[in-house]
């Protein structure tokens, strides 16, 4: 059965260095993957896309990698801040057809200390 | 000027009765979700519609039906709730089908007692 496994245990950066995030899938051939951040009470919030052709994707601080051999993907947040903390999710996916739906794995709880 | 919005914000209610929760979208968006997330935080989608028609069913019990009057609206009605159904419900959109973003809700927290 198709499986996404991120660290769901709280991930301690130091403010001002980079977090790195993990999400490791099997029995899957996403398309693309997505990234969401969740923070308490709240929905989760769009961060990034990344297609199956595309290797890395940025936007401001934050960079997105895309390994379909290895099956996973990196989701960095440089020169983090306390702001930075929260749940993030990461949810691979099929393009168009069959699943709209995301499938998202339980989440990275991540906490930024000053 | 809320882009998806849910209501109630927190449901309490006793075993066996019937709920809806209302979801709606000001984005023009064509696709509307409907996920569940429990108490150990996984979040799974339970239904979508797209242009008013059904297009995914997972495989949640019959006692939970999707309901859209328009696109704009998308409602979850349960009937005869179980202590299982208590869990935060979150409504999306998109703009269609796909590799696109999803646009989610504050969230609906019912607690069945």
């Known amino acids: 059965s198709q499986k996404i496994e991120q660290n769901s245990e709280a991930l301690n950066i130091q403010e001002g260095k980079t977090a790195t995030l993990t999400c490791n899938y099997t029995n899957y051939s996403p398309a693309y993957l997505q990234w969401y951040r969740q923070d308490p009470g709240r929905g989760p919030v769009f961060l990034l896309l990344i297609r199956e052709n595309e290797k890395e994707k940025r936007k401001e601080r934050l960079k997105v990698t895309f390994d379909t051999t290895l099956k996973q993907s990196l989701f960095h947040i440089t020169a983090s801040q306390p702001a930075d903390s929260a749940t993030y999710l990461c949810?691979?996916?099929?393009?168009?057809?069959?699943?709209?739906?995301?499938?998202f794995g339980k989440g990275t709880h991540l906490i930024i200390q000053p | 000027d809320t882009a998806v919005s849910q209501t109630p914000k927190y449901l309490v209610t006793q075993m066996g009765n019937d709920k809806s929760i209302k979801c709606e979208q000001n984005l023009g968006h064509d696709t509307m979700y409907w996920y569940k997330q429990d108490s150990k935080k996984f979040l799974k989608i339970m239904f979508s519609y797209n242009n008013k028609e059904l297009i995914i069913n997972e495989t949640v019990p019959n006692r939970f039906s999707p309901k859209s009057p328009d696109k704009a609206h998308l409602n979850l009605h349960i009937n005869s709730l179980e202590l299982g159904d208590s869990a935060v419900y979150f409504c999306a959109s998109s703009p269609g089908r796909g590799a696109t973003e999803q646009f989610f809700g504050p969230g609906t927290r019912l607690t069945v007692l």
């Open positions: 949810a691979p996916a099929y393009s168009g057809g069959g699943a709209d739906g995301l499938t």
